[in-house]
């Protein structure tokens, strides 16, 4: 167990919704990040917050955002859902940036039907 | 061509064989990470290398910066070692911006 949770687990919807994730990080760790992992991009990194601020993008569309909260925790919202946004999303948290190990959470698969 | 390479793209090894999973890679780089994920989609965080070697049990990962290659070695393979195995990259892209960039995988499996 990593220490991160990721609510829900599974989460089916349809083309066109919304869809919000929800990411608790570990106990300290002041960096969220989000990973989309999909079977023919493989992993790929989003974004992440530290402290509650964007610190670095990844390959994040727009019709995706996220918010890091006071207490740590950290949403990441998909609209307009396509076909080709299902996948396995991940949060992980670290201590500190991009360059320290990073612990993830079990992932929230999304199907968009 | 991808900015990270991983090879093989498929490890089939028999218990207690020595493993090496390579992973190259084609910028200048501030850190690269090796992860581990398992057969259920859990992922591991193995190493964070940004020179050197590091070892932790029968795990050990290389990296040389100026040949921008890794390699992670598993001693003693053994059946819980299958998962596929990620390498991934952290370089500047651009003012005090950085980039994660992700290999696609080396699945190993391990039989007993």
């Known amino acids: 167990d990593s220490g991160v949770t990721q609510t829900p687990k599974h989460l089916i919807t349809a083309t066109g919704q919304r869809v919000t994730l929800r990411c608790s990080p570990r106990?300290?760790?002041?960096?969220v990040y989000w990973y989309q992992q999909s079977l023919d991009q493989g992993l790929q990194f989003l974004i992440q917050?530290?402290?509650?601020?964007?610190?670095a993008k990844g390959n994040i569309l727009e019709r995706f955002s996220a918010q890091q909260f006071p207490d740590l925790h950290s949403e990441l919202n998909l609209s307009s859902l396509e076909l080709g946004d299902s996948a396995l999303y991940f949060c992980?948290?670290?201590?500190?940036?991009?360059?320290?190990?990073?612990?993830f959470g079990p992932g929230t698969r999304l199907t968009v039907l | 061509k991808n900015e990270v390479e991983q090879s093989p793209q498929n490890l089939t090894a028999q218990e207690g064989e020595f493993i090496t999973i390579n992973c190259s890679y084609s910028?200048?780089?501030?850190?690269l990470h090796w992860l581990q994920q398992h057969p259920g989609g859990g992922i591991v965080s193995l190493f964070m290398?940004?020179?050197g070697k590091k070892k932790h049990g029968r795990l050990i990962a290389t990296i040389n910066i100026q040949e921008k290659h890794s390699s992670l070695h598993i001693t003693a393979s053994h059946p819980r070692d299958s998962a596929v195995y990620i390498c991934?990259?952290?370089?500047?892209?651009?003012?005090?911006?950085?980039?994660?960039?992700f290999g696609k995988g080396t699945l190993l499996t391990v039989n007993p």
């Open positions: 991934a990259v952290l370089a500047n892209s651009g003012g005090s911006n950085y980039k994660l960039t």
């Open positions: 290398l940004s020179s």
């Open positions: 106990s300290g760790d002041l960096s």
């Open positions: 910028v200048g780089i501030s850190a």
């Open positions: 917050y530290y402290n509650g601020e964007e610190r």
């Open positions: 992980a948290s670290s201590v500190l940036g991009l360059a320290g190990a990073q612990f």
